[in-house]
Every structure is written in C-alpha cells, then in structure tokens.
C-alpha cells in the first residue's frame, strides 16, 4: 500500500504555492494525498509565522492535529512559523515530530522518509535558499497562483519576511515560463503572480523592467491564457513601462494591489517606507489615467507605535481621498526582531482596535459606492463554482479569497467566463445575471 499524507496549508498564497509543490514532490516519490487525517502515514502543516494572529492559528492546528494522531502517524510543521521559531515550536506544540523551515522544505521528501522510518530528525530549518527552480504544479481550481520570487529586500520596520526568508530571490524567467505553460495546460484560466514585491522582480539577477518584460514573454508563452493577474506591487516601483504594458494587453486584468501601509508621512517615516505621498498620488493618477476601469487595492496598519490622533485622521482622509477599491485594514502586530518593537509609544489595544473600526466602516461607504458604479456595466465573470442554479465567481476587479465575488442567477461550469450584466451592488459583492453572449468555455470541459 502506498504511503499515504494529509497536508493543511495556512497562510498566505506564497504559502499555497509552496504547499502545491510539496504534495507534488511527495507524490512523484510515490505517496498518496488524502483528505482524511485519520489514514494518513504523515501529518504536514504549512504553517505562517507572519504576525500573532497567524501563529496562533497555526499553534491551534498543530495541536488541534497532534490530538488527533493515532499511534504511529508522524505530524511535520513547515513553513514561516517553523523557520522563525526553529525546534522550539515543539514545546509549544507538544506532538509534533520535526519541523523544516522554507528555506529547507523543498528536502520533504527526505524528511518525510525519515519521519516513517522513526529515525530521529534534528531541527532542519536553516541552510538552503528557498527553492526558485520550476516546479510541477497540481492546481484544484480555474486560478492559480504562480510564485516568481521568495523572500523580500525591503526595509520595512514592521515586518518579519526578511528575518523568515531572507532577501529577494527571483525565479529565473524561463523557469517561470515553464510553469505558467504547466498551468494553462491543465485548464487555469487565470494566473496571478505573487511574490512579496513583485516589482522588484529581476533586481537580484540584475534585470531593468524585469517584471513588464515577464508579462510580455509569459503572454508569448501562452496567448491562450484569458487572465493574467498581478499582486504586491510596490507603489514607488509601478514603472511607466508597467503601466503601459497593463494597458496594452487584454488578458491582463486591469487591477493592482499597492500596499501603502499608511498615508501619513511621519507614521511612513517610522516604518522605514517612502513618505512622498505626492508620488503616490501621481502613480494613481498615471494608472487611472492608461486604465479608466482599473481596479486598485491597498492594505493599511493602524495603531503603528507613536500614530497620533491626528496621523490617524491624515489616514482617514486620504482613504476618502483615493477611493480605493478594495481595502485591507490591519491592526499592528509587535513583532519580535524587528525594528518597530523596540520604537516607544507602543498603542494600547484599544485604541487600536477603534481606529479599526472606524477606518473599516469608512472604506465599507467607499467600497459600496465603487460597486454601485458597476450597475447596469458588463463584466465578464469567471465560475468558481455554482450551487443551486447560482453561479459564484470574480470579476477582473475581485482577487480570489481577499476580495469580493459576482453572484450569478444562472448554473453554469466551473471554469467558463460568463459575460454578465451588473444589476445590483453589496457592501463587498455584485449580483448579475448572464448576458446574451456564450460564455467562454474553459478547456476543462
């Protein structure tokens, strides 16, 4: 009988491309995926260390799971949170077996074998540079994350990536060809790039524009891709020859997430980010101006150490002023290691918690007249699934699992792009009903 693995991944898409890749390597040495944790031979989480709320969600699945083992079963923690802490993470969750960190996952196989054997297996989490060569892909959905660097040279004082993963590396461009190819081929219809800044993309291999140029090849490589989605740019990064080459290309969705973290100059100034908001506001402009329709997304911290009262209305205002799209608001996280935690005037809870909420219910007025601006619009939806004659998808403007979805009053196929017309608006979602085009069949069917 083939040896059997249950894996959990938490966390965020990098992660979910990296879990892609592990099931994958297990399975090309002979194990076998399954969903039921009770049959399998290894337990693996592919846990995030990112801020508290991360880690203690996956402390909680690790225990939950370290509960749960049956004699003999062998549980794995991998990932940032077992990066960060090393094998101390077992004496916080008592049960699990081993851990190996990002910058080693891509030895589970080794690991995994180790583990059945029930030989012992020391902290393995530093050593290798996370894994940047091609890797084969096994997506479950009509979208696909497509990873093309890991880690992160940025200097922002908040954020633990770089002590987790180190500087940026860049996939190289024919690795990442290869894989989009992979991914068209068994039926994705939409491929998002993802990395921590994927403007810096090419910078560590010593390329100009590296990012616009891969859009343009990975377009040449597969021309039959209906989507092409970008994540995490950099806002200061957002080249003119980006822009251009967003507006030039149908299959590019007019959409950009920019985290700006804040808006007030002396917060950005403190977390070590640019502080010329003139320049951000040229940026939008400029992109606004190539794509009338785009889609832009940001993220915000609030109750950073020292944010004023009056930091904070500077925020409030420019989220009236930007009109963003889509906005996520995240309370601070002290974060041991970095350069934040030790900065005085540490926020209270409270406090920061009501600054949430009031920038939340301010961007939800926002985001609820941004969508009533799409009633009577046609947009084409991409089918994530359907139940009970519904059809539920994304348009070009909602990015899977962070933004809102097109609810549809037609069954269609997971996997088909549906023109519809818009013809109401929620807080966060669309309601429509399918156009008198044929939808676009996804090669799936």
């Not at 969750?93 to 690991?111: C, H, N, S």
């Amino acid at each position: 009988m083939r040896k059997q693995f249950f894996l959990l991944s938490l966390g965020c898409p990098k992660n979910t491309v990296d879990s892609e890749a592990m099931r994958c390597l297990l399975e090309d040495a002979g194990w076998a995926s399954t969903d039921r944790m009770q049959r399998a031979d290894l337990l693996i989480v592919n846990t995030c260390g990112f801020i508290e709320s991360a880690r203690s969600e996956s402390y909680a699945a690790l225990r939950d799971l370290a509960q749960q083992k049956r004699p003999g079963q062998q549980l794995l923690a991998v990932g940032c949170l077992s990066q960060r802490t090393g094998d101390s993470l077992r004496q916080e969750a008592r049960g699990v077996d081993a851990v190996l960190g990002t910058r080693r996952w891509v030895k589970i196989v080794d690991v995994a074998e180790t583990l059945l054997r029930g030989e012992s297996l020391h902290q393995d989490c530093a050593g290798l540079a996370s894994l940047v060569a091609p890797m084969r892909r096994q997506p479950d959905s009509p979208s696909a994350y497509l990873k093309i660097a890991d880690g992160c040279s940025a200097p922002c004082a908040f954020c633990t990536i770089p002590l987790i993963k180190g500087p940026q590396q860049s996939k190289t461009q024919s690795a990442i060809l290869g894989e989009a190819q992979q991914l068209v081929s068994q039926g994705v219809r939409e491929v998002i790039l993802v990395a921590q800044d994927t403007t810096a993309y090419g910078r560590d291999l010593g390329l100009q524009d590296g990012l616009p140029n891969l859009i343009e090849a990975i377009l040449d490589e597969v021309p039959q891709l209906p989507w092409l989605r970008l994540m995490y740019a950099y806002p200061q990064h957002v080249t003119p020859a980006l822009i251009d080459t967003m507006a030039a290309h149908p299959q590019v969705c007019h959409y950009l997430d920019l985290p700006l973290q804040h808006a007030s100059p002396s917060v950005l100034r403190r977390m070590h980010r640019p502080t010329d908001m003139q320049a951000v506001r040229r940026i939008l402009g400029r992109l606004r101006g190539a794509m009338p329709d785009i889609a832009l997304r940001t993220t915000y911290i609030v109750g950073y150490p020292g944010e004023t009262d009056v930091e904070f209305q500077e925020l409030l205002d420019w989220l009236q002023e930007a009109c963003f799209d889509r906005v996520g608001i995240f309370v601070y996280s002290r974060e041991e290691g970095t350069p934040a935690a030790q900065l005085p005037d540490q926020v209270s809870a409270e406090v920061a918690q009501e600054r949430y909420q009031e920038a939340m219910e301010l961007q939800r007025r926002i985001s609820e007249e941004r969508n009533r601006a799409q009633i009577g619009r046609s947009l084409d939806v991409l089918v994530e699934g359907v139940d009970r004659g519904i059809s539920v998808g994304r348009s070009y403007r909602d990015a899977p699992e962070i933004d809102g979805y097109v609810l549809l009053t037609a069954a269609s196929h997971v996997g088909d792009i549906v023109p519809a017309r818009i013809t109401q608006a929620l807080d966060y979602d669309l309601l429509g009903e399918p156009s008198e085009s044929a939808p676009t069949a996804s090669p799936c069917d």
